[in-house]
């Protein structure tokens, strides 16, 4: 495989599920580590993607502000969010997570809409600190430099502690029978906590993650209230998750 082929698959997946690992985008290219390290890295000095330890994320994840140039699938993105928003009502209670798909929720909120909002994630915190009606509530402790939430013992004490009407949830990956995963086991304890602080739990996902899994399991599919996608609800890609008894958006 040439090397214009692999950058172009590297930077696929980097897009698509924000971070990844070495390891795995040598599995998928059949070619060592070392060639695809080599490889994350002349990316990274092109400026495409980031460069971490045992991997590489996407500019749009690690850049996550209002400005930000680099997200993947922006306009199916705002699609979910306005779908997301139109679960909320005067007076709602609400957990967001991190992610480019949940900024763009927050951008998309009404300043008007009186809302009580907790939050993990630096990035939607100061974008609803705009909305007049909205009162923050930000989850302290450990902040991850590279998702940009807050995370560790702390933040799970206090998600303990606290029963919204509903949690706006990202994702890795998807899939039907397998549920919501991630590689990231730390990311995955938090996820647990924040399904276990609301009464609905919305995914909010592009349709590219439909049918991809990873390590770690955050949850069944069937603990999932409302999954948004940017495709019509009756689309033949959703059918699967018709038969899981929940709600499509």
Known sequence: MLKEERHKIILNEVALHNR??????AEILEVSIDTVRRDVKELDTEGRLRKVHGGAISLGFVNVTSQNQHVYALEEKRMIAKKAVSLLKNG??????????CLEMAKAIPSDLQLTCFTLSLPVAMELLEKAGTQVIFVGGQVSKEA???????????????????????TGYVDPNFGL?????????????????????????????????????????????????????????????????????
């Not at 990844?20 to 985008?25: E, G, K, M, R, S």
């Not at 590689?183 to 924040?194: G, P, S």
């Not at 996902?205 to 603990?223: F, L, P, V």
């Open 148 to 170: 940009q939430i807050t995370v560790g013992a702390h933040v799970m004490h206090h998600l303990s502690e606290i029963n919204v009407d509903y949690s706006f949830i990202g």
């Open 20 to 25: 990844v690992l070495l390891t795995d985008i």
């Open 92 to 101: 709602s209670v609400i957990l967001m997570d991190g992610g480019t798909t």
């Open 181 to 249: 995963t991630e590689f990231d086991w730390e990311i995955v304890q938090i996820k647990k906590a924040v399904l276990a602080a609301s009464r609905n739990t919305v995914l909010l996902s592009i349709s590219e993650k439909i049918n991809s899994q990873h390590r770690y399991k955050t949850c069944d599919i069937s603990a999932i209230s409302t999954m948004v996608t940017e495709l019509a609800p009756t689309d033949p890609k959703l059918d699967l998750f018709r038969t899981k008894n929940i709600e499509l958006l």
